[in-house]
């Protein structure tokens, strides 16, 4: 993942400037939803294409397309992720961009290309070499009309992710109060579902609340929880989207360390269908069991909510499975799947169900230590009311917390003495 070097201005600017060879543009910032930008207005002195499809929008700046989940605080380009803080969202039929992605994710994808200066306010484009030089004059604001019945936007002009940042432990790091840990650490939070796929619809659920809601709860009682013991922590999503399943677990990329993604169970209409109950923790390998690949094919049906390019990048997934399994963070995904399932089950009113293992579409990008938790069944009575509970949900998190922060102890220990991460 490419983190911002600023990820939050301290005091957002009234306006920022932009200055190209063609011109200087003045841009409006909106703090309707933290501090944004007008797409339509940035289109005209940077020369950007803008497609919107659903919840999603495409940005093309000079070849290169942004790919935004709208409501969720990234930017996918190609294989590569940029972290914004702030969400790009639709408003008034505009689309509005977070102002870090000018002045941060922008420069560092076209390194050398674009400056931000921060003091300024001014985001600089600097001339190719050889380039003929124009004259600089005023560039009027008014918005510049967009095509939005563009073809979709390839992604293979960006360069492959950066490789993974080596993971090493320095003896002398102070611990943590809290926890212990002496290092930093990354984790990428994944709320199932959103948007038009709401997931299971929640038999014992409170009216008008679905697995798309309860899993979104959970996923932000974790991300506070992780903080509070300094491990920085970020969503997937922060509210109420659809994001395609291939591209959450692309968001733990470079210092990422753990994608957790969190969903609630379900079973079919029949004799057991308010009968199971309790908690299971699965990570990537191929089902064992008619109930895992009864687990997968419940979550993986989500794709059917998604585009057709979407679904077409699932690829196969026996082939993935098979390279898996090959794969150094097979071992680390079970182990982290094990602790979390000891401290999940310990606060659970429901059974133990153990660590499970299927074929996940959205764990089969991670290239990192990845799980997913089954928190409970919506289908029963005692585990719909535990979910849907402020109670519950902030047991489950703190729980699912317990298992992340004995991992990274593990880890540290295990690197400590030169062991294998």
């Not at 070849?63 to 969400?87: H, K, N, W």
């Not at 659809?242 to 993604?261: K, T």
Request: charged share 20%.
């Amino acid at each position: 993942m490419i983190a911002p070097l600023l990820l939050v201005l301290a005091t957002p600017p009234e306006t920022v400037r932009i200055a190209t060879p063609r011109g200087q543009t003045s841009i409006p910032v909106s703090r309707e939803r933290g501090a944004a930008i007008a797409a339509p207005i940035v289109a005209g002195p940077l020369e950007l294409a803008i497609v919107i499809e659903g919840a999603r929008a495409v940005v093309v700046l000079d070849g290169v397309g942004f790919v935004f989940a709208l409501g969720s605080p990234y930017a996918r380009i190609g294989t590569r992720m940029c972290q914004l803080v702030d969400e790009a969202y639709v408003a008034r039929d505009t689309l509005f961009l977070p102002l870090v992605w000018l002045t941060d994710c922008v420069p560092r994808i076209f390194a050398g290309r674009f400056h931000w200066d921060a003091a300024l306010s001014v985001l600089t484009e600097i001339p190719r070499p050889g380039a003929p030089a124009q004259v600089a004059a005023r560039v009027d604001s008014t918005p510049v009309p967009v095509d939005l019945r563009l073809p979709p936007v390839v992604d293979s002009t960006v360069a492959p992710a950066a490789p993974p940042v080596t993971r090493t432990v320095t003896r002398s790091a102070a611990p943590n109060p809290i926890t212990g840990l002496r290092q930093r650490h990354v984790v990428v939070v994944d709320p199932g579902h959103g948007g038009r796929d709401p997931g299971n619809p929640g038999r014992y659920f409170p009216r008008g609340v679905t697995e798309k809601d309860v899993n979104l709860g959970i996923g932000r009682l974790l991300r506070t929880e992780l903080a509070r013991r300094g491990i920085v922590t970020s969503l997937t999503r922060t509210s109420d989207t659809l994001i395609d399943l291939h591209d959450r677990a692309g968001y733990c990329r470079d210092d990422c360390e753990l994608f957790i993604s969190v969903h609630v169970n379900s079973m079919p209409s029949g004799r057991r269908t308010s009968v199971a109950d309790g908690v299971e923790t699965y990570f990537l390998s191929d089902a064992k069991t008619e109930d895992q690949r009864r687990v997968a094919r419940m979550e993986n049906d989500a794709i059917r909510f998604e585009s057709v390019d979407a679904q077409a990048v699932e690829g196969d997934l026996a082939t993935i499975v098979k390279d898996l399994q090959q794969n150094e963070y097979l071992r680390e995904s079970a182990r982290l799947a094990e602790l979390v399932q000891q401290r999940v089950a310990g606060v659970h009113p429901g059974t133990d169900r153990g660590v499970q293992q299927a074929g996940f579409y959205v764990l089969n990008s991670a290239r990192r230590p990845a799980i997913l938790v089954e928190t409970g069944f919506a289908t029963n009575k005692r585990d719909g009311a535990f979910l849907a509970s402020p109670a519950g949900q902030r047991k489950i998190a703190h729980a699912i917390a317990d298992g992340i922060v004995g991992y990274f102890l593990e880890l540290e220990h295990k690197l400590a003495l030169g062991g294998p991460p």
